[in-house]
T-cell receptor, first 116, second 116 residues
Framework: AQKVTQAQTEISVVEKEDVTLDCVYE???????LFWYKQPPSGELVFLIR??????QNEISGRYSWNFQKSTSSFNFTITASQVVDSAVYFC?????????????FGKGTMLLVSP | DTEVTQTPKHLVMGMTNKKSLKCEQH?????MYWYKQKAKKPPELMFV???????INESVPSRFSPECPNSSLLNLHLHALQPEDSALYLC???????????????FGPGTRLTVL
């Protein structure tokens, strides 16, 4: 069975601090996809990144970076120089392909509070 | 068009009302999903349609009735709901297939439902 663990329930930082959100996953499949979503108070789930199981390259997008390590089954997300607008709940998710659709297992989410 | 739209944005209904939620996508996706999300929790899968046929029903009570009239449209009919059904209802779609560009679920903005 798939499982995604986000051990940090809530993180509070002051603006301009760097912050890392942890994500550990479990799956028996050799082909899978990992995602990070942001959910601001407005409620919409905003897609941030997708990574497939064969691509362990780390990625940087502006202030965001992701560290994927298959050896430790982790897919951590770092925000550099955090801003108040980064305040949101962040979900890590694991997707597996099925015949005709995909299954998406979410972690419980990490609420990030960035204060001025 | 890479958008999933949902209407209405907000819905307040009594326990004896009948209402429907609507979801639409024009990305040519053949899998569509309904999720329910309670406050401070991750989305929970309710239903999956693949090629307009119901593939997954996660033991959802019969007061929720999904319908997929065509490949672009997904409805959720609501009848005799309970106050505990108040939540954010998210729709998503994906394109089934192999490879990293498939299986990503695109989410709509959600309908915030309040049952009085």
């Amino acid at each position: 069975a798939q499982k995604v663990t986000q051990a940090q329930t809530e993180i509070s930082v002051v603006e301009k601090e760097d912050v890392t959100l942890d994500c550990v996953y479990e799956t028996r499949d050799t082909t899978y996809y990992l995602f990070w979503y942001k959910q601001p108070p407005s409620g919409e789930l905003v897609f941030l990144i997708r990574r497939n199981s064969f691509d362990e390259q780390n990625e940087i997008s502006g202030r965001y970076s992701w560290n994927f390590q298959k050896s430790t089954s982790s897919f951590n997300f770092t925000i550099t120089a955090s801003q108040v607008v980064d305040s949101a709940v962040y979900f890590c998710a694991l997707s597996e392909a099925r015949a005709g659709y995909s299954t998406l297992t979410f972690g419980k989410g990490t609420m990030l509070l960035v204060s001025p | 068009d890479t958008e999933v739209t949902q209407t209405p944005k907000h819905l307040v209904m009594g326990m004896t009302n009948k209402k429907s939620l609507k979801c639409e996508q024009h990305m040519g996706h053949r899998a569509m999903y309904w999720y329910k999300q309670k406050a401070k929790k991750p989305p929970e899968l309710m239903f999956v349609y693949s090629y307009e046929k119901l593939s997954i029903n996660e033991s959802v009570p019969s007061r929720f009735s999904p319908e997929c009239p065509n490949s672009s449209l997904l409805n959720l009919h609501l009848h005799a709901l309970q106050p505990e059904d108040s939540a954010l209802y998210l729709c998503a779609s994906s394109q089934p297939g192999q490879g990293a560009s498939y299986n990503e679920q695109f989410f709509g903005p959600g309908t915030r439902l309040t049952v009085l």
